[in-house]
Every structure is written in structure tokens, then in C-alpha cells.
């Protein structure tokens, strides 16, 4: 919970930035799941439709240090719940599904041209002589 604190401190502090509202709000979502159970609820019907049938085995004979089987767990429709099949192989929630939206739309951001400084809009191309 404490990284989960200081990355929300970060997104806070970088709220200005496009998609960083989105990325705030997917990491309070997982915040509040994981501290709700202890730690990150993860359903068998995710693990094996993402192709993770290997770690199932593992998670249930020594749990782990982020992800538990889902039991009776609260919030867990906010849990990794959705599984994303190849070439991802991986069970996601919809806090992450936010933030990799968030971290997307910031990074398209930063591709657009930004107009140069005196500039009224995009070059407009001279006539051939």
C-alpha cells in the first residue's frame, strides 16, 4: 500500500497532465481492492482464460506476495477479473485497464506537434515558381 501512496502522490502531482486523472483514478481503484483484501484478488476463471494455467497451481499451494485466489473477497469485481489472452497472457482490472488509458493518452499527447512560438497554425506550402 505504501508504493501504491506514493504513486498516487506522483499522479497527483502531475494531474495537469493529460490522461493523469485517469491514471489517479485507476490506481485508487486497485488501492482500495488491494487494501480492502490484503492483496490483489485473482480469479481462477481470469487465470486460466488468459492462458496462466501454470501459475494457478503455484498461487494455490503458496499464495503470493501481491496476487491471492479469489474466495470471499470484497470488491471484487474491481480485482484482476479480466483476463487479456495472447500474445498479453495476463489478468488485468479495471484499475489497470485506467491507467495503461491514462499513460496512452499521455504519451500521445507528447507526439502532437505543438506549433512553433509566433506561429498562427501549420505551414502553409508556397506555390511552385
Known amino acids: 500500500l505504501l508504493s501504491f501512496a506514493l504513486l498516487i502522490a506522483f499522479a497527483l502531482a502531475n494531474a495537469r497532465f493529460p490522461g493523469f486523472a485517469l491514471i489517479l483514478v485507476g490506481l485508487a481503484l486497485n488501492a482500495m481492492v488491494i487494501a480492502a ?55 488485468v482490472s479495471v484499475g489497470d485497464l485506467l491507467v495503461h488509458a491514462g499513460v496512452f493518452l ?19 506550402a508556397e506555390a511552385p515558381p
Do not use: C, E, W
Open 37 to 91: 483484501n490484503q492483496g490483489m484478488p485473482v480469479t481462477r476463471y481470469a487465470l486460466v482464460a488468459s492462458g496462466q494455467q501454470a501459475t494457478l497451481d503455484d498461487l494455490v499451494r503458496r499464495g503470493g506476495s501481491k496476487h491471492h485466489l479469489a474466495h470471499d473477497d470484497h470488491l471484487l469485481f474491481l480485482g484482476d477479473v479480466i483476463p487479456l489472452g495472447r500474445p498479453l497472457s495476463q489478468a
Open 106 to 124: 499521455f504519451v500521445a499527447s507528447g507526439m502532437r506537434r505543438r506549433p512553433t512560438v509566433g506561429s498562427r497554425g501549420p505551414p502553409v
